[in-house]
């Protein structure tokens, strides 16, 4: 079993900066971590993803340039690097980890977290 703990969302105004991290813990090997975001009343959003080694890193077209996925091998952690947050991104955002491939889609994720609510005022 794989557990993931996500932190570090929160209420802020439009141009600000965020960090959400995301803490796994357990001992099945993960390949990608990705993290996802659901609006009230629509679907859950790929956002970003990085391999757990880092080598390929892929981005919704949304927030190329913005954000910035990273993630800290030995403490297990995955982060998400949000600069120039617009309204538009308020929603929960969710870390998932994925155990054989690096993909977009969220059926496809074996694990997550429980969630980390982003605010963004205008």
């Known amino acids: 079993q794989v557990q993931l703990v996500e932190s570090g969302g929160g209420l802020v105004q439009a141009g600000d900066s965020l960090r959400l991290s995301c803490a796994a813990s357990?001992?099945?090997?993960?390949?990608?971590m990705g993290w996802f975001l659901q609006a009230p009343g629509k679907e859950r959003e790929f956002v970003a993803v990085s391999s757990w080694t880092g080598g390929t890193i892929d981005y919704a077209d949304s927030v190329k340039g913005r954000f910035t996925i990273s993630r800290d091998n030995a403490k297990r952690t995955v982060y998400l690097q949000m600069n120039s947050l617009k309204p538009e991104d308020t929603a929960v955002y969710y870390c998932a980890a994925e155990r054989l491939r690096l993909t977009r889609n969220p059926d496809e994720y074996d694990y997550w977290g429980q969630g980390t609510q982003v605010t963004v005022s205008s």
């Open positions: 357990g001992r099945i090997s993960i390949f990608a």
